[in-house]
């Protein structure tokens, strides 16, 4: 596995979850930080929603970010021509093609399918536009219906197909199947109803995809789908020089904070990277070890995000070695014997509740006064 594109869907995907309302202003924030970060490509919610959704598609268009812009449209003629209209870098076209989606959401059969997606592409290709091709709820598709499709609209030229795991049902192994048929770009698109989003994009990409869907903190419809701090995590553990190279990793942070404030979410607590206690550590074997060498009990470097681990010593479960570094850490020399024995106190109170950072530290300050006052 080496290198992999984002398709940064937090201002399309992302504004069909249920709390999100974005201002224009918001919108623009947005895209301009994931442009920083380094996405290589931005989609947006279709022009033809909403008369500001079109505005605010042209707006984005115009700001010259590096990021490609791309909006997402259903594929017929009317949306395309609205969509080529906004000044957009690429179209993505989407279409079910499950027998669920045909039956009761469009109603076109796969002949129908096939003809209206020739047209379409032609039409924006001829616009000098980038146009990619997918098929919602691909999974549940029947797969000659499928290929035959893809195969069609690859001799369009299309750029890029994609493949959507629309309703999350897709295991890896389903994903690692139809990704290893498919030949050229692919893009996959993995929702989180059963929790295989990461898990799905990752095996995507070791099957051969080239392009996967994301949005900040996974936000989208229902439960969402990829989050891109998650699929980070990933990635730069399984492809560490491309994605330290790649993406501007210290901006993750940010880039949630802000996204999680515009739709008014907490970052989750055990969210990867950046939930808060994802690089704390607290049994007492874990953080004597972390102190010798944090790759122990760490895959990921905090600091590469521009964070910092944590030992905690505020719980009767901690040990010496911990509170050894946190007086130090306050600056007192105390010897082995007396950490041991401070040790004992802070188990001893952890035993009766819970511990604020304040009570460790202040059970360490007047042990630290006990032995001056003994001296004296
Ligand atoms: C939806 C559509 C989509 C489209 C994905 C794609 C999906 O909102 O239901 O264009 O590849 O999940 O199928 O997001
Ligand atoms: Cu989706």
Request: aromatic content about 8%; proline content about 3%; hydrophobic content about 35%.
């Amino acid at each position: 596995v080496g290198s992999y594109k984002i398709i940064e869907s937090t201002l399309r995907e992302g504004e069909q979850f249920s709390n999100s309302f974005y201002t224009t202003e918001m919108k623009c924030k947005i895209a301009t930080m994931l442009s920083d970060f380094g996405v290589d490509y931005i989609e947006l919610t279709s022009p033809v929603s909403s008369p500001q959704s079109y505005e605010d598609c042209k707006t984005i268009c115009k700001l010259g970010l590096k990021s490609k812009i791309l909006t997402h449209v259903r594929c017929n003629m009317e949306d395309a021509k609205k969509a080529v209209e906004c000044g957009v870098d690429g179209v993505d076209l989407v279409i079910g093609t499950s027998s669920f989606l045909r039956e009761y959401s469009h109603g076109k059969s796969m002949e129908m399918i096939r003809k209206t997606a020739l047209e379409v592409i032609e039409y924006v290709k001829s616009k000098g536009v980038e146009v990619r091709f997918s098929s919602e709820d691909s999974f549940r598709s029947d797969l000659v219906d499928l290929l035959t499709l893809y195969k069609a609209v690859d001799k369009a030229g299309v750029n890029r197909v994609g493949v959507a795991d629309t309703v999350g049902g897709a295991t890896p192994r389903m994903v690692y199947d139809l990704i290893r048929t498919l030949r050229g770009e692919v893009e996959t698109h993995f929702h989180d109803d059963t929790g295989c989003a990461v898990a799905n994009a990752l095996t995507a990409i070791e099957a051969g995809a080239t392009h996967v869907d994301t949005s900040v903190l996974g936000i989208g419809e229902r439960n969402g789908i990829t989050p891109l701090g998650a699929l980070m995590a990933r990635m730069v553990v399984t492809s560490p020089e491309y994605t330290k190279s790649k993406y501007n990793l210290k901006m993750l942070k940010d880039i949630e904070e802000y996204v999680a404030s515009c739709v008014q979410v907490n970052i989750p607590f055990n969210n990867p990277i950046t939930g808060f206690c994802a690089f704390t550590h607290k049994a007492g074997i874990h953080a004597k070890a972390i102190l010798a060498n944090p790759s122990t009990y760490e895959i990921i470097d905090p600091s590469l995000f521009g964070l910092t681990r944590y030992v905690s010593i505020t719980s009767r479960i901690t040990g010496w070695n911990a509170v050894k570094s946190r007086v130090q850490q306050l600056g007192y020399s105390l010897t082995d014997d007396q950490i041991k024995e401070v040790t004992a106190k802070i188990k001893q109170m952890g035993d009766i509740r819970p511990l604020a950072v304040d009570d460790a530290d202040s059970i360490i300050h007047s042990y630290n006064l006990s032995l001056q006052q003994a001296t004296v």
